[in-house]
């Protein structure tokens, strides 16, 4: 399975940014998703996850009522959209695969396949 992030850049505190992440080589339809990021010095976070039919969600507390997860399965495309974005938002944006499962998880050794990333910058 291959995964290529995108949308992110620089945007003011208080803005929007959507995340993209395109799969292919795999199963997308039949697997759950997930977003995590890094921001410099810290270690890698869960962001939120999608189930596989989208039915169900999780979000990490710091993003929930800013952050949606969402899926397209006909084009192999999940997205996060990410509005009121605060400074402390900045990182390096991962959209994330496990080998199997359909179900939103949460921790990152429950996913075997990574995309490259993308950075999000929250100016102040």
């Known amino acids: 399975v291959q995964l290529q992030a995108s949308g992110g850049g620089l945007v003011q505190a208080g803005g929007s940014l959507k995340l993209s992440c395109a799969a292919s080589?795999?199963?997308?339809?039949?697997?759950?998703m997930g977003w995590f990021r890094q921001a410099p010095g810290r270690e890698r976070e869960f962001v939120a996850s999608?189930?596989?039919?989208?039915?169900?969600?999780l979000y990490a507390d710091s993003v929930k009522g800013r952050f949606t997860i969402s899926r397209d399965n006909a084009k192999n495309t999940v997205y996060l959209l990410m509005n009121s974005l605060k400074p402390e938002d900045t990182a390096v944006y991962y959209c994330?695969?496990?080998?199997?499962?359909?179900?939103?998880?949460?921790?990152?050794?429950?996913?075997?396949?990574w995309g490259k990333g993308t950075l999000v910058t929250v100016s102040s």
């Open positions: 999608i189930s596989w039919s989208g039915g169900s969600t």
């Open positions: 994330a695969a496990p080998p199997s499962g359909i179900g939103v998880r949460r921790f990152s050794f429950e996913y075997d396949y």
């Open positions: 080589g795999g199963t997308f339809s039949s697997v759950a």
